[in-house]
C-alpha cells in the first residue's frame, strides 16, 4: 500500500508532489537503456522525423520545433517511445504509478501521451512555462475535465537546476489556464505570464518522480552543465469506471 507515502494533502495546496525512488533500479536501467536504443536510431537526424508512430523532435540552435538539429543525432524530444519500446510500453500501464494516480483521486488512469525529454549536455534548450492540460485535445481533453488528471516526471538521469531540472511553479494549477502559451516556442520562457512567487526545481535522481497538476505551469531551463538530463513524462486522464 502507497496511501501511507502520499501528501494529499500538500498536493492539493501545492498542485506537485516529489516521490523518491518512484522505480527501481532495474526498471530505471532499462528505461535508460531504450532511451539510448532510441537515441541510436535517430543518430543521423537533421529535421524532425517519424519512425512507424515514434515521433523525434532534433534540438535546434533556437530550441523552436521544425527547425534544423544543430547537429545530426541532436534530439530535445521522444514522442510515444512506448510504440517501439516494451520498457516505456510497461511504463504507461506501471501498477505504481497508477497506485500513486489514484491515491491522488484519478480514478481508473489511463495514460494519454508519453514521451521523453532528453536534454543534451551544453545545448539543451529549456521550456518555456506552461499548463499541460492546455495542450490536450479530443476524447482526451473531455475525459481530462470529467473525471480530472494528474502528470508525472520521473528522472533518468540525475536532475538540477544546472542541467535543466524540470521546473514547476507551486500554487498555479488553481487560477485557470494562462492565455498566450499555446505556440510554444521554445525560444522564450514566458515567466511574465504566470506567477513565479513559489518556483521549485526539486534535485532528482534516477528514478524519483514529480506528479503534478495537468494545469500546474511548469517549465525547465537550459542544460549548463556537461551532463545529459533525460526525463520520462507521461500524463494521466480518469475514466470515471
Ligand atoms: O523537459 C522538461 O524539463 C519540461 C518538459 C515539459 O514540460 C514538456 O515537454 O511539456
Known amino acids: 500500500m502507497i496511501g501511507s507515502e502520499v501528501d494529499v494533502a500538500s498536493y492539493a495546496t501545492e ?31 537533421v529535421r524532425d522525423a517519424a519512425v512507424g508512430r515514434v515521433y523525434f523532435e532534433v534540438q535546434s540552435a533556437s530550441g ?33 504509478i497508477i497506485e500513486f494516480a489514484t491515491a491522488l483521486g484519478i480514478s481508473s488512469a489511463r495514460c494519454v501521451v508519453d514521451q521523453i525529454n532528453p536534454k543534451l549536455p551544453v545545448h539543451g534548450s529549456g521550456f518555456p512555462f506552461h499548463q499541460d492540460a492546455a495542450f490536450l485535445h479530443g476524447v482526451a481533453l473531455r475525459d481530462l475535465e ?14 538540477d537546476e544546472d542541467n535543466g531540472g ?3 511553479l ?19 520562457t514566458l515567466e511574465h505570464r504566470f506567477d513565479t512567487t513559489h518556483r521549485a526545481v526539486p534535485a532528482l535522481a534516477p528514478g524519483d518522480a514529480i506528479f503534478f497538476s495537468p494545469w500546474l505551469a511548469h517549465g525547465s531551463g537550459p542544460n549548463r552543465s556537461e551532463r545529459r538530463r533525460r526525463i520520462a513524462t507521461l500524463w494521466f486522464v480518469g475514466s470515471g469506471s
Open 15 to 45: 498542485g506537485f508532489l516529489v516521490v523518491r525512488s518512484l522505480l527501481d533500479a532495474n526498471t530505471i536501467e532499462a528505461l535508460q537503456q531504450a532511451t539510448d536504443e532510441l537515441e541510436a536510431m535517430a543518430a543521423t537526424f
Open 64 to 96: 523552436r520545433k521544425r527547425e534544423p538539429a544543430i547537429f545530426p543525432g541532436a534530439l530535445r524530444k521522444i514522442t510515444s517511445p512506448s510504440k517501439a519500446s516494451p520498457a516505456f510500453h510497461a511504463l504507461r500501464g506501471s501498477e505504481r
Open 146 to 159: 470529467a473525471f480530472g488528471g494528474v502528470n508525472v516526471v520521473v528522472a533518468l538521469d540525475p536532475a
Open 166 to 168: 524540470f521546473t514547476v
Open 170 to 188: 507551486a500554487r498555479t494549477h488553481t487560477s485557470g489556464l494562462v492565455p498566450g502559451q499555446y505556440r510554444y516556442d521554445a525560444s522564450q
